[in-house]
Nanobody
Framework: QVQLADSGGGSVQAGGSLKLSCAASGYTSSFYCMGWIRQAPGKEREPVAT???????YYADSVKGRFTISKDNAKNTLSLQMNSLKPEDTAMYYC???????WGCGPHRPVSMYGVRGQGTQVTVSS
């Protein structure tokens, strides 16, 4: 099974930027849906941004205009550029992927329907 290794988290001040990266042990082109999911302390996991095999992207309202998701099938990587970070962006971020098309690739896909997930990378934004 393809494994995902996410990295790039860290601690930044509000207004700063970070770029998360996710390296797949196999072909990212084989996945129908890839994305980033985050979980803040005491909160449920939520999809932040997703990209499907056709390159169509989805962003949560809270990150629109600030985050950009991209995928490089030649390098088998997924990235999340995060700009203008806010304290409320503080969370553990997970790279996630799935082969199935049944749920689409966006806000209606339950986070439990991502069959492959990275180990997570912590993002902390201080005010």
């Amino acid at each position: 099974q393809v494994q995902l290794a996410d990295s790039g988290g860290g601690s930044v001040q509000a207004g700063g930027s970070l770029k998360l990266s996710c390296a797949a042990s196999g072909y990212t082109s084989s996945f129908y849906c890839m994305g980033w999911i985050r979980q803040a302390p005491g909160k449920e996991r939520e999809p932040v941004a997703t990209i499907d095999s056709g390159g169509i992207t989805y962003y949560a309202d809270s990150v629109k205009g600030r985050f950009t998701i991209s995928k490089d099938n030649a390098k088998n990587t997924l990235s999340l550029q995060m700009n203008s970070l806010k304290p409320e962006d503080t969370a553990m971020y997970y790279c996630a992927a799935d082969y199935g098309r049944g749920w689409g690739c966006g806000p209606h896909r339950p986070v439990s329907m991502y069959g492959v997930r990275g180990q997570g990378t912590q993002v902390t934004v201080s005010s």
